[in-house]
């Protein structure tokens, strides 16, 4: 089991940055590729970004690459998302999530075991 936990959400104005966190705890964090993925009220949940266990890979989708940034730090069992020019579309509640295929670059949800409870952004115009 692992346990993820969000944090760094909050109410910024269009044009703000947030970094987000992820902590995690149980199995050994450094196993697994780790994504953020996010869900707008009313909207299905979509992929926002990943890293490879070793962090020498991301990707990210279309809609925030070039201002958000994944990235992890294996010693602390932490991922962030740092946001910058954070836009009203970017309001939802992100997510964390580990993925146990460590070297993959998953972009579906069902690619990923253990998911967090989620974090409120919400940017206003």
């Known amino acids: 089991q692992v346990q993820l936990v969000e944090s760094g959400g909050g109410l910024v104005q269009a044009g703000g940055s947030l970094r987000l966190s992820c902590a995690a705890s149980?199995?050994?964090?450094?196993?697994?590729?780790m994504g953020w993925f996010r869900q707008a009220p009313g909207k299905e949940r979509e992929f926002v970004a990943v890293?490879?266990?070793?962090?020498?890979?991301?990707y990210y989708a279309i809609s925030v690459k070039g201002r958000f940034t994944i990235s992890r730090d294996n010693a602390k069992n932490t991922v962030y998302l740092q946001m910058n020019s954070l836009k009203p579309e970017d309001t939802a509640v992100y997510y964390c999530?580990?993925?146990?295929?460590?070297?993959?670059?998953?972009?579906?949800?069902?690619?990923?075991?253990?998911w967090g409870q989620g974090t409120q952004v919400t940017v206003s115009s």
């Open positions: 999530a580990a993925d146990n295929q460590g070297s993959r670059l998953g972009v579906r949800s069902y690619q990923y075991e253990y």
């Open positions: 890293i490879t266990r070793s962090g020498s890979s991301t």
């Open positions: 149980g199995r050994t964090f450094s196993n697994y590729a």
